[in-house]
């Protein structure tokens, strides 16, 4: 259950949404706060919300009230969203591209971590060990070299990976759902039994992809199709039409 207070000046505006008899009320003064509470799972179920007030019900006002919190809350919950538009500034932490070879180990396919991992310009070229079945939810990876590596059973969900380079990389058995390679250099990797489903490749270069028993949603595959670097043998085995 989360309460927010809000000075009653704020929502002067909304006066005019209130019945008469609330309007005329000597308790709705402009100094005089209102104690909003909605329910601790409003942003995701959109349940219950009610305005404490002594003299009035405040329909009105509200549904106006918890429509702004409910899109405050959604905003505020998702960091996918926040990371598309800016991201937080380089590591400056010791070794932090060694940090791949630990994976994070909280939260996992959530996207959930106690601190980003954050892997940007870092060179993994023909890694072929270290990487492996690692998890790396959320890792920050654009720019990123992983050419030639073995990342095969990763578990990369909701992996930021614009502008990476992943040219033959292995990626069998992965889970890399909703990864953002917009503009990333796939050239000949393989996603062989790998889950793809919400994650984007535009503008990514996928000449000579393997996609064999890929796992992909009916509008993600669309998308993916739309891609013209894909060649006639992948767009077979995706079924592009």
């Known amino acids: 259950m989360a309460t927010f207070l809000a000075p009653l000046s704020q929502t002067a505006l909304s006066l005019r949404l209130l019945p008469p008899k609330c309007r005329r009320s000597p308790a709705f003064e402009l100094h005089s706060p209102i104690r909003i509470t909605c329910s601790g799972q409003y942003s995701a179920s959109k349940e219950g919300c009610n305005i404490k007030e002594s003299t009035c019900g405040f329909k009105e006002l509200r549904n106006v009230a918890c429509g702004v919190l409910a899109v405050c809350a959604v905003t505020a919950a998702s960091p996918v969203m926040a990371a598309s538009q800016r991201l937080p500034?380089?590591?400056?932490?010791?070794?932090?591209c060694?940090?791949?070879?630990?994976?994070?180990t909280i939260g996992q396919a959530n996207g959930v971590y106690d601190k980003p991992i954050d892997l940007r310009f870092c060179d993994y070229t023909n890694e072929k060990s270290n990487?492996?079945?690692k998890s790396l939810a959320a890792a920050l990876m654009s720019?990123?070299?992983?050419?030639?590596?073995?990342?095969?059973?990763?578990?990369?969900?909701?992996a930021y990976a614009v502008g990476a380079s992943f040219k033959g990389t292995d990626f069998s058995n992965a889970v890399l759902d909703r990864v953002n390679f917009q503009?990333?250099?796939l050239q000949g990797a393989v996603?062989?039994?790998?889950?793809?489903?919400?994650?984007?490749?535009?503008e990514a270069q996928l000449q000579d992809v393997v996609f064999e028993d890929t796992i992909i949603g009916?509008?993600?595959?669309?998308?993916l199709c739309t891609n013209t670097t894909i060649n006639a043998?992948?767009?077979?085995?995706?079924?592009?039409r």
Do not use: H, W
């Open 183 to 185: 503009k990333a250099d």
């Open 143 to 158: 720019d990123a070299k992983f050419d030639g590596a073995d990342m095969s059973e990763v578990v990369m969900s909701k």
């Open 89 to 96: 500034p380089l590591s400056t932490e010791p070794n932090r």
């Open 191 to 202: 996603f062989k039994n790998t889950v793809l489903s919400g994650s984007t490749f535009n």
């Open 131 to 133: 990487l492996k079945g």
């Open 98 to 104: 060694e940090r791949a070879f630990v994976g994070n």
């Open 218 to 223: 009916y509008i993600d595959l669309q998308k």
């Open 233 to 240: 043998d992948g767009r077979a085995t995706l079924g592009c």
